[in-house]
């Protein structure tokens, strides 16, 4: 029997590891197969978070984190939670290499996914020019031309670090004014490779085995037009990932976990979530571990008083 299991291992997931390692609860975090270090594991240089005055990238950041969860002794699991039951008592937590867990209390991370346009063949021209993580894929498009959609940070961010690669970087929002920072916008606005489609929504993609360009639809005068491409990189930002939840734990009407007030209790004694899959506005990986500790110091609270 475990005292607490930590599903996620994004900033929240591996701050509620450090506070519980620490306070001697020995948390098993369960950090994914595949997506382990979450969101940062796809981002280039994070500028904003306190303490790396120069600067870090996403993945070295993430392995701090790691790194700290596991010195005080937090037993970190490489697999994908696929089931879980949340008694108000034990809960039961199934892994899909077949691992099945009891424990007292349980943190979840879960975080949110990239969102998709929405438009046909977009899954199967997945990884054949239309990509999401400008990090993973920036560099097969070296001296080619590439559309970023979106007007948000993230949209922001991939189209500046995609001029190290590509010659040409459109970048296609929906409306005539960007929602991301002012730094962003302002740096994407200088970038002389970058030329700014406003009005404009994706509404088809062309290619067969790859894709070769996209439809056009302006937003204000419903005219379309054809744009050739070789690649699209979609940042129209996330979705909490509340599958595994969903049918146990009250949700907030935009689908995300709902807690008590400013901490992270659920609507399930000894269930707490924090990170963005709690998190409608900020989503920030520093506001993410703050989330992160507040889980940590519930549970130790919350187990302390069922002892
Ligand atoms: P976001 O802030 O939610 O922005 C999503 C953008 O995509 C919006 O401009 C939205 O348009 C557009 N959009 C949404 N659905 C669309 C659709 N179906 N078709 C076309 N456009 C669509 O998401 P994000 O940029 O991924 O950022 C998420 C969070 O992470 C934010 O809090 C952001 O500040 C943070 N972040 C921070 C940094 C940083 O500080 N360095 C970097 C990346 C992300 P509208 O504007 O019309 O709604």
Redesign the pocket.
């Known amino acids: 029997m475990h005292d607490v299991i930590i599903i996620g291992s994004g900033p929240a997931g591996y701050t509620a590891a450090i506070y519980t390692a620490r306070a001697g609860l020995k948390p098993l975090l369960i950090a994914s197969s595949v997506e382990a270090g979450g969101e940062l594991m796809k981002?280039t240089e994070?500028?904003?978070y306190p303490g790396f005055p120069e600067g870090l990238m996403g993945p070295d950041l993430m392995a701090n984190f790691q790194a700290q969860a596991e010195r005080f002794g937090t037993e970190i699991l490489m697999d994908d939670v696929v089931e879980v039951d949340l008694k108000p008592t034990i809960k039961i937590v199934k892994t899909g290499n077949g691992k099945t867990f009891e424990t007292r209390s349980v943190i979840l991370a879960t975080g949110a996914a990239y969102?998709e346009?929405?438009l046909p063949r977009e899954k199967e021209l997945s990884g054949h020019g239309v990509s999401w993580c400008a990090t993973c894929d920036g560099f097969f498009f070296r001296q080619k031309t590439i559309a970023v959609?979106?007007?948000?940070?993230?949209?922001?961010?991939e189209a500046n670090f995609l001029t190290r690669f590509a010659d040409k970087v459109y970048l296609?929002?929906?409306?005539d004014s960007?929602?991301?920072?002012k730094i962003?916008q302002e740096r994407a606005l200088a970038n002389p490779k970058i030329e700014v489609i406003w009005n404009t929504?994706?509404s088809q993609l062309h290619g067969e085995a790859k894709l070769t360009g996209v439809k056009l639809r302006n937003t204000v005068d419903s005219t379309t037009k054809d744009l050739e491409l070789d690649g699209l990189f979609i940042?129209?930002?996330?979705d909490p990932r509340v599958w595994l939840v969903e049918n146990q734990l009250e949700l907030s009407p935009e689908k995300f976990i709902k807690v008590d007030g400013r901490s992270s209790r659920t609507s399930i004694s000894g269930v707490f979530a924090c990170g963005d899959v709690i998190d409608p506005?900020?989503?920030?990986a520093i506001t993410a571990a703050g989330s992160g500790c507040v889980a940590a110091l519930d549970a130790e609270h919350y187990l302390q008083d069922a002892h």
């Open positions: 981002t994070v500028e904003n969102r346009l929405g959609v979106g007007g948000g940070d993230s949209a922001m961010e296609i929002h929906r409306r960007f929602k991301a920072s962003m929504e994706i940042a129209v930002g996330n506005t900020y989503r920030q």
